[in-house]
Nanobody, 123 residues
């Protein structure tokens, strides 16, 4: 199974930007579609973005479309989430995830998650 470790979370002011990274190890990284989730206190875990194994296909939730960009560097076994125009409602624990197969547009498409990294957006 793939192991995932997120980094890059922290405190940022509203309107600012932040880039999250997820380092993967274990099984061949390039064989996995990948995604990013977040979970705010008292709320369900939300799928934010997904990316195909090649990086050629992406999915974004409406809540982050146009503000967040998912990308990957298979040579570095790393997936990224570039977050811009951050809002206080973006405050959550952010998780990267590995898909079960080639699909990456639904929460149930994912089967492994990292430990999470906290993102706090102040107003």
């Amino acid at each position: 199974q793939v192991q995932l470790v997120e980094s890059g979370g922290g405190l940022v002011q509203a309107g600012g930007s932040l880039r999250l990274s997820c380092a993967a190890s274990g099984r061949t990284f390039s064989n996995y579609a990948m995604g990013w989730f977040r979970q705010a206190p008292g709320k369900e875990r939300e799928l934010l973005a997904g990316i195909s194994w090649s990086g050629g296909g992406t999915y974004y939730a409406d809540s982050v479309k146009g503000r967040f960009t998912i990308s990957r560097d298979n040579a570095k076994n790393t997936v990224y989430l570039q977050m811009s125009s951050l809002k206080p409602e973006d405050t959550a624990v952010y998780y990267c995830a590995a898909a079960k197969s080639t699909y990456y547009r639904r929460p149930s498409d994912f089967g492994s998650w990292g430990q999470g990294t906290q993102v706090t957006v102040s107003s």
